[in-house]
């Protein structure tokens, strides 16, 4: 069930310094894949933010990354709300068969895709900066891939901004944007809660090419990813 997603880390660990994310990438799990650390490190909301320009917003939430993955982008709209698109994916699904009209769809998720209103946007960007957005993460933050965290990148008012909350902390029961993305979230899947994971339990399980650590910094990743 994990061949594909453990080829696509494999290759991320080649590929990485080379691919940059762009939106075209989500509904191609290959693509999205190789393109993975670029999206964490926000760089195409870098590439597009300056003064006067929509503000825009990632949340990621890793909830061991063989098991679910959820993803919220937010653009600004002239009225107030957002533009909203939200990507859950985990473990291959493949009871159904393949198709081979989408061989790809067991791997690709579930997107959606929709518009929120002024009051619901305002209550995710509360919720952000009530969970310490603006705050730098602690030096040497590490956020590891078959644990649970969140990671936010953004661009406010021409200014980005990145960070992230690794499980188990203070500053990740300090998180409050669940509530705030769920009353938006129309995929109807449940959190993955957290919970510990004994890496080395989980490493006889899945295969190591799974698993990989990002050490962030305000400004982004820093020195690219660790894989294990």
Same mark, same amino acid.
């Given at each position: 069930?994990?061949? /594909?997603? &453990?080829?696509?880390?494999?290759?991320?660990?080649?590929?990485?310094?080379? !691919?940059?994310? %762009?939106?075209?990438?989500? %509904?191609?799990?290959?693509?999205?894949? #190789?393109?993975? /650390?670029?999206?964490? $490190?926000?760089?195409?909301?870098?590439?597009? !933010?300056?003064?006067?320009?929509?503000?825009?917003?990632? +949340?990621?939430?890793?909830?061991?990354?063989?098991?679910?993955?959820?993803?919220?982008?937010?653009?600004?709209?002239?009225?107030?709300?957002?533009?909203?698109?939200?990507?859950?994916?985990?473990?291959?699904?493949?009871?159904? *068969?393949?198709?081979?009209?989408?061989?790809?769809?067991?791997?690709? *998720? =579930?997107?959606?895709?929709?518009?929120?209103? =002024?009051?619901?946007?305002?209550?995710?960007?509360?919720? +952000? &900066?009530?969970?310490? /957005?603006?705050?730098?993460?602690?030096?040497?933050?590490? #956020?590891? %891939?078959?644990? /649970?965290?969140? +990671?936010?990148? *953004? !661009?406010?008012?021409?200014?980005?901004?990145?960070? *992230?909350?690794? &499980?188990? %902390?203070? =500053?990740?029961?300090?998180?409050?944007? =669940?509530?705030? +993305?769920?009353?938006?979230?129309?995929?109807?899947?449940?959190?993955?809660?957290?919970?510990?994971?004994?890496?080395?339990?989980?490493?006889?399980?899945?295969?190591?090419?799974? &698993?990989?650590?990002?050490?962030?910094?305000?400004?982004?990743?820093?020195? $690219?990813?660790?894989?294990?």
């Amino acid at each position: 069930m994990l061949i /594909f997603r &453990h080829f696509a880390l494999a290759a991320l660990v080649l590929l990485v310094a080379s !691919c940059t994310y %762009s939106e075209e990438n989500r %509904s191609n799990p290959i693509l999205r894949n #190789l393109a993975w /650390f670029s999206y964490l $490190n926000g760089d195409d909301i870098r590439s597009y !933010c300056r003064a006067g320009g929509p503000d825009r917003y990632r +949340l990621v939430y890793n909830a061991n990354w063989n098991e679910q993955v959820r993803t919220y982008d937010l653009t600004a709209t002239a009225d107030g709300g957002a533009d909203l698109v939200i990507q859950v994916s985990g473990d291959a699904n493949l009871m159904g *068969g393949v198709s081979l009209s989408d061989p790809l769809a067991p791997w690709r *998720g =579930r997107i959606e895709r929709g518009r929120v209103g =002024r009051g619901e946007f305002r209550a995710i960007r509360d919720a +952000l &900066h009530a969970s310490g /957005f603006a705050t730098p993460p602690p030096r040497g933050t590490r #956020l590891k %891939s078959w644990g /649970f965290f969140w +990671l936010a990148a *953004g !661009c406010e008012g021409g200014k980005f901004r990145y960070n *992230g909350w690794a &499980h188990p %902390s203070l =500053r990740f029961e300090g998180v409050k944007l =669940r509530e705030a +993305l769920m009353a938006v979230d129309k995929t109807g899947i449940a959190f993955n809660p957290p919970r510990e994971v004994d890496y080395r339990l989980d490493n006889e399980q899945k295969d190591a090419q799974s &698993h990989y650590q990002l050490v962030i910094t305000a400004d982004g990743i820093k020195d $690219n990813f660790i894989p294990f």
